[in-house]
């Protein structure tokens, strides 16, 4: 089945700098990757995704980076804030008629230093 | 968007007894309903695929009669862990899709204490 790494597992950043999370799947058949945002105690939340048919989607401060050959993704974000700060979890999934399931990264806790 | 939500949010049960935790798509027809189990400080692990009108698949690891689902509309779907023990206690996830695209949606989350 998928497998997804993600890296770092930890990161602090000074407030107004950039993140970058970096996240590798192993199922060259994976077409969708979604970035999702997890708050203590609540649901994770989707912040940005990429289909495989894309190689860079921006959202405001957010953007995505895909390399299909390489099998590798990872979420940069710009202007970081306070708020940013949070659990970050890449997730991969393979067509699958609809049944299609996520794979999800081991998350990233991320600290925005003021 | 599309609207997940789950009940209870929090339960705390006795060792043995058994709980059920609902999942229901609030504005949209889900054929398709994900449970995942969350332990602290660790990713969504899933457990399994629930299809309406048809059984559960279930992840490799996971008891499938340890953790009953049950799909029996398109804006309903529920969890039961049975015989609950304290290794059971976890935030338990669920999420729907719709049939236009791959985006999952996310309920609120149930937290199970079994003590």
């Known amino acids: 089945g998928e497998n997804v790494e993600q890296h770092p597992s930890t990161l602090s950043v000074q407030e107004g700098d950039s993140a970058v999370i970096k996240c590798t799947y192993s199922?060259?058949?994976?077409?969708?990757f979604p970035w999702y945002k997890q708050e203590l105690g609540k649901r994770p939340q989707l912040i940005i995704d990429i289909r495989s048919n894309v190689g860079e989607k921006k959202d405001q401060r957010i953007a995505v980076t895909l390399n299909k050959t390489a099998k590798h993704f990872s979420l940069h974000i710009t202007e970081t804030q306070p708020e940013d700060s949070a659990v970050y979890f890449c997730a991969a999934s393979i067509p699958n008629f609809g049944n299609e399931k996520l794979t999800f990264g081991t998350g990233t806790r991320l600290t925005i230093i003021p | 968007g599309a609207v997940v939500s789950q009940h209870p949010s929090r339960v705390i049960c006795k060792s043995g007894t058994s709980v059920k935790i609902e999942c229901r798509s609030l504005?949209?027809?889900?054929?398709?309903m994900f449970w995942y189990r969350q332990f602290p400080k660790q990713s969504l692990m899933l457990m399994a695929t629930?299809?309406?009108?048809?059984?559960?698949?279930?992840e490799q690891g996971v008891e499938k009669d340890k953790f009953l689902i049950n799909h029996a509309s398109l804006t309903l779907s529920t969890l039961t862990v049975t015989s609950a023990h304290p290794e059971d206690s976890s935030f338990y996830i669920c999420?729907?899709?719709?049939?236009?695209?791959?985006?999952?949606?996310f309920g609120p989350g149930t937290r199970l204490t079994v003590t």
């Open positions: 629930s299809n309406e009108g048809s059984k559960a698949t279930y």
């Open positions: 504005d949209f027809q889900a054929t398709t």
């Open positions: 199922d060259s058949a994976s077409n969708y």
């Open positions: 999420s729907a899709d719709t049939d236009t695209g791959d985006e999952q949606y």
